[in-house]
């Protein structure tokens, strides 16, 4: 039998610049939890130093073949990790994230859109509202009865 976790788990994934940058502001919402990183570049790892950290192929709508590496990078993440919570700030690899993470864990899935695309979604972002259980945008005008919603501005 397994033994009850005291901490929520949160797998928090971004790919980099920008996205990496509003997940780290994130960072104080985690407080109290058990979180795990991913991102596309090794150096990130000191970003957030203490913490586990793993780094998974970058993938873009132009390199879709590197699709064949990241999922299963993702699943061997979810098996491993099982986390309770899933959470990216956007891009294909947090795409693909969130969508293994309901195909191999019960955890929660959230998107939330680089404040970035200030005039409509993010292809990915677009995608996303079919495996996150919350679907957010950064800019109040993007928001809509049937989603994305609006919740505040990470930057």
């Given amino acids: 039998m397994e033994r009850a976790r005291s901490k929520r788990r949160v797998l928090a994934i971004a790919s980099g610049g920008g996205h990496w940058i509003q997940l780290q502001r994130l960072r ?7 979180v795990t990183y991913v991102s596309v570049y090794p150096d990130y790892a000191e970003d957030v130093a203490g913490e586990k950290f793993y780094v998974v192929s970058d993938v873009t709508r132009m ?16 098996l491993r990790e099982k986390p309770d919570v899933v959470i990216t700030t956007g891009s294909a690899p947090g795409l693909v994230g969130l969508a293994m993470a309901k195909v191999f864990t019960r955890a929660r899935t959230v998107w939330i859109d680089s404040i970035a695309n200030c005039e409509r979604m993010s292809s990915s972002g677009k995608q996303a509202r079919y495996v996150a259980d919350e679907w957010l945008t950064q800019w109040p005008q993007l928001a809509t009865p049937g989603g994305p919603e609006y919740w505040g501005a990470v930057i």
């Avoid at 104080?28 to 058990?34: E, L, R």
């Avoid at 390199?63 to 979810?78: C, G, T």
């Fill in 63 to 78: 390199s879709l073949v590197k699709l064949l590496r990241l999922a299963p990078q993702f699943v061997r993440i979810m």
């Fill in 28 to 34: 104080p919402a985690f407080a109290g939890c058990d």
